[in-house]
T-cell receptor, first 117, second 110 residues
Framework: DTGVSQNPRHKITKRGQNVTFRCDPISEHNRLYWYRQTLGQGPEFLTYFQNEAQLEKSRLLSDRFSAERPKGSFSTLEIQRTEQGDSAMYLC???????????????FGDGTRLSIL | AQRVTQPEKLLSVFKGAPVELKCNYSYSGSPELFWYVQYSRQRLQLLLRHISRESIKGFTADLNKGETSFHLKKPFAQEEDSAMYYCALSFSGGYQKVTFGTGTKLQVIP
């Protein structure tokens, strides 16, 4: 297993364009998370899925952002009408479902770096 | 709301010196605390978690609920420890939204 895979690694686009990122989790992991990381900050939670169900969305996730995980495997994160402030590293992570109440470690991908011109 | 504070953006120590990376948190419930590490040109990865009570790569961290701290310690720093370290918090009970601190860059000087 190569771990969590994210594509593309880098995306440069003009303001106002739509972008879509893909995340392929570790195959046996049924939880998948999206984070955003800007310079000098830690990862900020955006949303997460349990299989195909989106269980929580952060208030950081404006209406321009949408995430899907249609078959409970890979996930996509789309940003519509991109703005300068969307420039960041978008990280995906996956984990097993917690058992006996203990949090499961999250395994991160390399991220997609988005640059808005 | 939960919050994780890492007061130092950069910590420089000499090889062989002790290391302490500070982490304080605010959360009214019973948290789970983690340290994640990111080495140069590598992805973010879990270093250790408080419930495991283990030492990883010589690092340990003790959860102090009275002081709401989870400082990361190592008695003798090695050059390969140079990396970005993030303290993180999650609710206990399996609810897995994780809140990260802003990170501390550890620089070990040969």
């Amino acid at each position: 297993d190569t771990g969590v895979s994210q594509n593309p690694r880098h995306k440069i686009t003009k303001r106002g364009q739509n972008v879509t990122f893909r995340c392929d989790p570790i195959s046996e992991h049924n939880r998948l998370y999206w984070y955003r990381q800007t310079l000098g900050q830690g990862p900020e939670f955006l949303t997460y899925f349990q299989n195909e169900a989106q269980l929580e969305k952060s208030r950081l996730l404006s209406d321009r952002f949408s995430a899907e995980r249609p078959k409970g495997s890979f996930s996509t994160l789309e940003i519509q009408r991109t703005e300068q402030g969307d420039s960041a590293m978008y990280l995906c992570a996956s984990s097993l479902t917690p058992g006996q109440g203990a949090t499961q470690p999250q395994h991160f991908g390399d991220g997609t770096r988005l640059s808005i011109l | 709301a939960q919050r994780v504070t890492q007061p130092e953006k950069l910590l420089s120590v000499f090889k062989g010196a002790p290391v302490e990376l500070k982490c304080n948190y605010s959360y009214s419930g019973s948290p789970e605390l983690f340290w994640y590490v990111q080495y140069s040109r590598q992805r973010l990865q879990l270093l250790l978690r408080h419930i495991s009570r283990e030492s990883i790569k010589g690092f340990t961290a003790d959860l102090n609920k009275g002081e709401t701290s989870f400082h990361l310690k190592k008695p003798f720093a090695q050059e390969e420890d140079s990396a970005m370290y993030y303290c993180a918090l999650s609710f206990s009970g399996g609810y897995q939204k994780v809140t990260f601190g802003t990170g501390t860059k550890l620089q070990v000087i040969p």
